[in-house]
């Protein structure tokens, strides 16, 4: 029987992954009821109206006007209202990763409401991994992240498969591809500058709005404390990684490495007792040279050495994509055909072989005290 689910936000990932689901065979085991943004939701849809629902989203119009043209049955609820009302089998969540964290809400209350749930969000991952993760443990349920790192690179599956299979001894990831861009653009002009760069990259909307979430470290953080808890290192937060602004190094700098064969990558590091975030010279020949906004990650590994991967980093398509393999993931674990993903029952998902050791690294900014010694740092050793 298909999964009754409902879609939260119904922006660029949203209406992608809503365009994809008219023509993907995991659409098959879904059925879309329910579609929500700021201003309300709509209901009763079917799957032919997804992708009408879409387009008319893109072209500016509200889910209220699309309703009065027969795309569904408009309500002015707001997301938590339309879980209560709906009682889903599976909530997407794609609103924002804002300060505010509208997700979490969204995510607690379909989890406790026993839903599975899939998610792009970053911020609930990032910030309150195990009280979430844990929850759907506690709930039989699954929380699939897939897509909040690496775009279309399955970057924490790839970590999970070499916490599973070995040893992890550290990762370095480029998994910020606005930050490569805007490195690019200072390289090849220097007199622009960072701020030049900032300047000509706000239009192609490649920045975030906040554009010092890119370049100032806080997306990078927020990926790193993700995949820091994957790797087994429980309570770890954006306010756990060390963060260095790409914008420390100077243009010329900048414009030097490029003069000898190297570019400057933002590079999320974790290592023995430390995970940080900082500006790195790599050689053009590095396996995380990337060009372009692409996405690359080292992951080491005791006995199956280093691990690579490059996948297209960011953008509403290859995300949509992600979210597909999740949804995926989801379907064959209601059909009791796998093992599923991170937050389900501890009997059936072995945990990463990563060891709790109590180093840590210096944090950005000093946790709350309450908090102080609480949580086990991060084992692994840093990459050569
Ligand atoms: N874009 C990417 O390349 C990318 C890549 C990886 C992950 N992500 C993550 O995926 C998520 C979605 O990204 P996006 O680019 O699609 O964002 P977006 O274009 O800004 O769309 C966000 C959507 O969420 C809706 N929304 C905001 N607050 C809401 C609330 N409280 N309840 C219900 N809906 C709400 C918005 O409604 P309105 O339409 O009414 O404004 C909008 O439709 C974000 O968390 C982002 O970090 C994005």
Redesign the pocket.
Known sequence: MALRTVV????????SLLSLLCRNEVADHLQVLGV????GAVLDLRRPQLRELAAR?AAGQ?LRTQAAAGIGRFHSW??PRLIAEVRPDLVID????RPDD??SR?LRIALEQGADVVT????PLAWRYSELTGLARRHGRVLAFG??VG?AAPVIDLVRYGAWADQVVGLRGVLNGSSSLAADLVAAHPRIGWEGAIAQLRPQGVLEEDWRLDLHGGDLAAKGAILANVLGAPGHTPLDIRTLPITDLSPSEVAGAAETGHVVRYVLAIGEGHASVSPQVLPKTHALATTGAMAAVEVATALLGPLTLHGTG???A??AGALLADLAQVVAFRQGRSVPPEGWGASAARPPSVSPSVRRGPPLLVPPATRKGQRPALSVRPVE
Not at 36 to 39: F, L, T, V
Not at 120 to 123: D, L
Request: zero cysteines; glycine letters at 14%.
């Open positions: 939260l936000g119904a922006g660029h990932v949203a209406r929500a943004d700021r201003s989203k509200s707001d997301a794609l609103t924002p990763s509208p997700g969204h792009a969000n970053k911020q897509a909040t775009g960011a953008g509403a290859p995300t």
